[in-house]
């Protein structure tokens, strides 16, 4: 796949989720809210996620902030897979809706895991929000 192509595909779900993003509040209920906001981030942090793959034949590697930094540009060919600027705090993490770190998991370069501790901000619970790249959907815990 050419680069204009996975930069054309990564941006356009970008602008995607933020539109969703807006509605959100339009068509959600107080808690729902949050939950939906943290699906479509979610969702973008695949796409990113995958679109580095297809790039790069690996996944990026590291904590959070490292890979918020890899997808952010600071990569071999200074591409912008996601642009976090409005999402990104101290020490350069991604946050989900209640302001928690996401965690990004890699597995044998053949697989992701990135979870939300969810509204109890207390991961390996039942409220936790899951993506799993494996069954390319969202999962229980």
């Keep these: 796949m050419k680069l204009e192509r996975v930069v054309f595909y990564g941006l356009a779900t970008f602008v995607a989720v933020l539109l969703l ?28 996620i ?3 793959r297809l790039k790069y034949s690996n996944y990026p590697t590291g904590e959070n902030s490292n890979i918020v930094k ?28 209640w302001k928690t770190p996401y965690q990004i998991r890699f597995f044998q370069q053949t697989n992701f895991v990135i979870r939300s501790a969810g509204k109890d901000k207390i991961f390996d619970d039942a409220d936790d929000i899951i993506f799993n790249s494996v069954s390319n959907d969202f999962v229980k815990p």
């Design 50 to 52: 995958s679109s580095y």
């Design 70 to 97: 890899v997808l952010s540009g600071d990569n071999p060919q200074k591409i912008v897979f996601l642009n976090f600027t409005s999402k990104i705090e101290s020490p350069n993490e991604m946050l989900d809706p």
């Design 21 to 48: 993003a807006m509605l959100v509040p339009v068509y959600s209920g107080g808690g729902e809210r949050k939950d939906v906001l943290c699906r479509l981030e979610l969702s973008a942090l695949k796409t990113a």
